[in-house]
Every structure is written in C-alpha cells, then in structure tokens.
C-alpha cells in the first residue's frame, strides 16, 4: 500500500548540481530533503562525476577560472524546498569526503539554519572515555569467573551471618520486629498462595497415583498404590513441590521489591539512618516464611492425597476404605514430620535466597529481573540440595 | 523545516503542515477516576515556538503532557496534535501522528539494555525505510547534534544524567519530529548541564523550526526558553494565565502566578 503522503508529495526530489570553478568543486543542493532513502549520497555521486568529467567540465567552460586540481568544496543552496536530517547527513558525509582528501569545505553559502546545525554537529564532546574493555585471554576469563565465585560465596556466607545476627537482635529484644511486613508475607503465602499450591498439589498426588497404578497393576499389587502416594507426598513430593512453587513465586517476589527499593535508594535511606536493612526488610520476610511454609505443606500433602485417591479409587479395584487403610499402614507420623521439618527449611532458603539477590541488585532496570531469576534459580538449587541431604540423614538415622 | 501533512489517506491538494495548529486544546478536562485534577482548559500552541506548561508540584502539568502525547485518553475533540484529534482518530492515524512527536521523559528512560546508538537507531529500524548504512550515519548526526559524538557504543547506566537526557533527545529527533515535548528537562541536573539543554532546545527550535512544549516549574529556564507560558493553578484546578514569562511576571493576572514567577513563598493575606 503506498505511503499517502507520497500520493501528495509533489516531484521534486532531493538533487546536487556538480560543476568545477576554478579549485573549487561546487555542490549546490536543490529539491525536497526527507528521510525515506531516497536522497543521494556524496561519496558515490562525485566519485562517478570525476570519473565521468564530462558535466564538471561543461559547467566549468562557463567560467573564466583557470583550472587546477580541486582543493575544496563548496555548498550552495539552489531551490531548495523542504529538508531534514537527510540533507544534514549528505552534508556531512560532504565534510568528511574533504577531510579524506585535504580539501576545504566551505558551508558559509548555506542558510543560517543548515549551518547553525552542522556547527552544532561537529562541537567535540566534552570528554571521551575508553569504552571498549579489552577482552581478557580465557586463562583469564576462568580465573575471574573464579574470583566471582568466591565473591558470591562470601557475599551469601556474610549474608547469612547478618541474617542470624539480626534473629539474635531480634530474640534478645534489641531490635524490634517489623509485624506490618510480617504479616504481609503471612497473608501471601496463606489465602493469595492456596490456588496455585491446591493445583500442584492435586496434579503431583495424581501423578503418582497414576504411576503407581500402571506399575503395581501389573504385580496384583494396586492396593499398594496408597503406600506410593502417602509415602511419597507427606516425605518428598509436597515439601518439595510446594518449595518450588514458592520459590518462584515469593522468592521472585522478594528480590523483585527488595531490588526496586534497591533502584529508588530506599535501602540507602535505611543505610544512612544507621538501620540495618536486613532488620526492617529481610527478618520479617524469612520469619514470615518459615510460619507459612510447613503450614502449606500440611495442606498440599493432604489434597495430594485425596487427588491420589480419586485416581487409585477410580481406576483401579481398591477401594477409598482400603486406600486409606493401605496409607495408614505405610506412613507414620514420622513421615509427615520429616516433610515438615524440610517445609520449614526450605522456608528459610525462599527468604535467604529473595532477600540475598535482592539487596545485591544493580542500578539499571534490567537489574530487578536478573535479580529475581537469580533467586529463582539460587532457592530451587538450594532446596533439591537440602532435600538430598536431608533424606541422607534420615536414611542414615532410619526415620 | 517544512514538512508535509501526514494524512491517513490521500487528499485532493496537500495540506502544509505549516497551515496547521500543532497542539489545540480545548475545554479538556484531566481526572483521575472521580478525582478532576483540571478543568476548562483550552489553549493552542504556534508552530515553531517554544511553549511552557508551568506550575506546582501537583498541579497536574505531567498529566496534562500525558495527554498531549497520548499516553492518555482525552475526551473526544479536546487534544488535537497537528490537527489530528487523538481520540477519535483510528489506530493508524493515531500512530501516523504519534510518529511526528518525539517526547524527552523526566528521566531520559532510555532503554538500558541497548547502546545509546541502539536506542537512536531504534525508531529509524522501525518507522523508517532507511537502510543500515543510512541509519548508522543519521544516528552519528543526533548524537553530534546533542555533543555525543563518539558516545554510541556507551550504555545508559554508564553516562551521566546530563548526557542520558541529551541521548534522550538524540533518540526523540531521530524520526525529524514536528513536535517535541519535554517533561521537566532540568529536573536533576546540574545548572551547567540544564543550561546546555536549553540551549539545545533553543536551537533545535531556531533552527529545525521544531515546535516545543515543555512542561517545567524551573523558573530560569522558563524565562530563558519560552515565547509563551500556561500557568496551571492547583487551587483553581483550571489555567489561570497564559503569555510569555516575563510579561506574566511585570504584571500578574493574579497573586498565584506572582507569588510562582518571583518564588515568593509567603502566605496569601
């Protein structure tokens, strides 16, 4: 579809006379100027009329100027209609044609308006700082991921002392508790939580349910699906699924405010009031954390459980009486507990992990989505980790 | 710089952009939901000047820019930019006339993940047919226009605020605007730096014939730049004075705008 406006544009287009007077190469400019790729280019339009020589040379038998090897450049305007940046652009591609051949150009000829802007245009910045940082050799490369590493370690190890010693002041009545943000964190992990965690939590309890139906049928042993399901949701799968969910989404959440406060000097603010951040900002989001994570897990094993149920009931012969009978012979109270306790651990990681990247985010706005992906990435890295851990420990002490 | 009329369909005989109002108000009335912050405010800026919308804080003057550049709905007929009303016109219209403004932001919000010459050559890769080589040469003209030459490959967090606003307004002159609005160019910068910046926005309007709207409460640089001024007045919550600065200043249409132009922060008797 054609640009309307060319449907009114009259045809006038943007055009350069060459001619030769004297030592001089004038260009007088003519036309309409517009940024639409149409206007000509210096370089190539008096590379080919030098070459070609015939017009410079009809131009300048009308003059009476000796002739002699061209040493500058002239602007002139002819009937110049409208223009813009693509008549500055030619201009200067004119003022750097002369430079690369030591010729003068003149521009004075042009109207004040042109010439105030190319003035404008070759005002040398105030100062020029290296941009470019030299890439370093891979040897070396290795050597600073290396340093960064430990950086980060040591930054997350500081981290962590900061965030016991503030508990401490905290416990011993030295500081006080931020209950408003606590409770925040309370009310999100409870009731705005519950959607997301019921539909993991179902489809993780059916999932097994599921699994162990096709396997165990195959032995006559559907009626140990329960075993599968109970086992598997009260001591892995709840705490761990409910774990990652949070992690992407609290923990997300946490480095993503923390870092906008970061940006809008708010943790500054804390700093040179001589408040310890991690008192007002982190202590109630980890607190808030530890609280409501078990309690969620607590919810997630027993709705994983009913969804395993609705599967193992409906397709197979057990029976829901048997299911749960099957269930309660299997798993103990040790089981529950053991998902708890990794619950309240993994609570700790979530906060750890949002607050951490969270007050170590950049300046620049990218700087809050990096820092939220590192928490995301950090807190389901730790948790798995803490969850192999765990269950080694319990394998060894026979929980 | 004349320029024809972007018209969303072609026309019997061109109309000059020359012929048309840049910026028309009328009777806009500015709301958050319930809340009227302004009212009756009708008003139109000539082509080529530069125009000040000033006021306190609060009084409505960043909101009323909003509307200007449509980043929000205004009444049907109440903001027409180059004679196109931005609320009834259809998407492509708008965006044909969205595409000859260009906005310099309070903070510069230029895109951080892209070099300055990135965020120039953005609007060019877009909106214009130029190809890459052209582009690359109408980029190095805007950053030379605003004193960053030799600048392009630098990314915003790693100038100072000065240069990123400057780069802001490489970025704004990229499309050859007829408009240019800016909101609150000084704010946050040094008296030597501001005073650059209105000097680039003098000459930007002396010599592209750029009009210019700017939206400021900084008291030198309004006397400095404008032709003509809108005072917006929050206790009336409409404009109460409309003229150039230091005709506003010798003689007041009322105690609002005196107290504002001489910074005189006694209370009203």
């Not at chain 1, 910045?125 to 940082?133: C, D, F, H, K, Q």
């Not at chain 1, 508990?167 to 009731?191: C, D, I, K, P």
């Not at chain 2, 300055?116 to 890769?125: C, D, F, G, H, R």
């Not at chain 2, 939206?215 to 404009?239: C, Y």
Request: aromatic share 6%; charged share 15%; proline share 5%.
């Amino acid at each position: 579809m054609p640009d309307p406006r060319s449907l009114m544009r009259p045809p006038n287009p943007a055009s350069v006379e060459l001619r030769l007077q004297g030592d001089a190469l004038v260009a007088t400019v003519s036309g309409r100027w517009e940024l639409d790729g149409t206007a000509p280019r210096f370089a190539p339009l008096v590379d080919a009329a030098l070459s070609a020589g015939e017009a410079l040379n009809a131009a300048d038998a009308s003059t009476d100027a000796p002739r002699g090897p061209i040493s500058r450049i002239e602007f002139n305007e002819g009937a110049l209609d409208a223009w813009d940046s693509s008549l500055l652009v030619f201009l200067r591609q004119g003022q750097a044609y002369g430079e690369t051949h030591h010729w003068d150009v003149d521009t004075t000829a042009l109207p004040e308006r042109i010439t105030t802007l190319l003035a404008l245009a070759s005002v040398v910045p105030e100062r020029i700082v290296e941009s470019a940082t030299p890439v370093p050799a891979f040897i070396a490369r290795i050597g600073q991921g290396g340093i960064a590493a430990w950086d980060s370690t040591r930054a997350a190890l500081t981290f962590v002392g900061e965030v016991a010693q503030g508990f401490a002041r905290l416990f011993t009545g030295r500081t006080r508790m931020q209950w408003r943000a606590f409770w925040v964190v309370v009310q999100s992990n409870s009731s705005g939580a519950l959607p997301i965690v019921t539909l993991i939590a179902i489809l993780v309890g059916v999932i097994i349910a599921f699994l162990g139906v096709v396997v165990l049928e195959r032995f006559g042993a559907s009626y140990y699906v329960s075993y599968l399901v109970g086992y598997g949701m009260l001591r892995e799968m709840g705490a761990l699924m409910t774990g990652i969910i949070m992690a992407g989404r609290t923990g997300a959440g946490f480095a993503a405010e923390l870092g906008s406060m970061k940006i809008t000097e708010e943790l500054d603010a804390y700093a040179t009031l001589g408040i310890a951040p991690v008192d007002h900002l982190v202590l109630p989001r980890v607190l808030g954390l530890f609280v409501m994570l078990p309690l969620l897990v607590v919810y997630a094993d027993v709705v994983g459980i009913v969804g395993g149920m609705f599967v193992a009931t409906s397709s197979s012969a057990v029976t829901p009486t048997q299911f749960l009978t099957g269930m309660r012979d299997a798993v103990s109270l040790s089981d529950a507990v053991l998902g708890v306790v990794k619950a309240t651990l993994f609570g700790g990681i979530i906060g750890f992990a949002g607050c951490f990247h969270g007050l170590r985010t950049g300046t620049d706005a990218s700087a809050v989505g990096r820092s939220a992906t590192s928490a995301v990435v950090l807190g389901i890295t730790l948790i798995i980790l803490c969850n192999a851990v765990v269950d080694w420990l319990a394998a060894s002490w026979h929980i | 710089m004349a320029h024809l009329i972007d018209a969303p369909r072609p026309v019997a005989a061109p109309v000059a952009l020359d012929a048309l109002c840049p910026v028309e108000v009328t009777d806009l009335t500015m709301r958050y939901d319930s809340l009227v912050v302004m009212e009756r405010l009708t008003f139109t800026v000539n082509r080529g000047e530069v125009f000040v919308i000033m006021g306190g804080s609060g009084s409505g003057k960043s909101t009323l820019l909003k509307h200007l550049v449509g980043l929000r709905d205004a009444p049907p007929g109440a903001v027409r930019i180059n004679g196109v009303d931005l609320a009834s016109a259809d998407p492509a219209e708008r965006r044909r006339s969205l595409r000859r403004i260009g906005v310099l932001y309070q903070g510069g919000a230029l895109w951080s993940g892209l070099t300055l010459a990135e965020n120039v050559a953005l609007p060019l890769e877009e909106l214009s047919t130029l190809d890459a080589p052209a582009i690359a040469e109408v980029v190095d003209l805007k950053l030379a226009l605003v004193g960053l030459a030799g600048f392009g490959d630098f990314y915003p967090a790693a100038i100072s605020g000065g240069m990123r606003k400057r780069a802001s307004l490489a970025r704004a002159l990229a499309l050859d605007p007829d408009i240019l609005f800016f909101d609150e160019p000084s704010s946050g910068l040094d008296p030597i730096s501001a005073s650059r910046l209105d000097d680039l926005i003098l000459a930007i309007a002396a010599s592209m014939g750029t009009t210019i709207v700017v939206v400021s409460h900084d008291l030198a640089s309004i006397f400095r730049i404008a032709d003509r001024a809108l005072f917006l007045d929050i206790a009336q919550r409409t404009m109460t004075a409309l003229g150039a600065p230091t005709a506003l200043r010798d003689a007041p249409p009322n105690d609002e705008v005196r107290r504002f132009l001489t910074r005189d922060s006694t209370s009203i008797p």
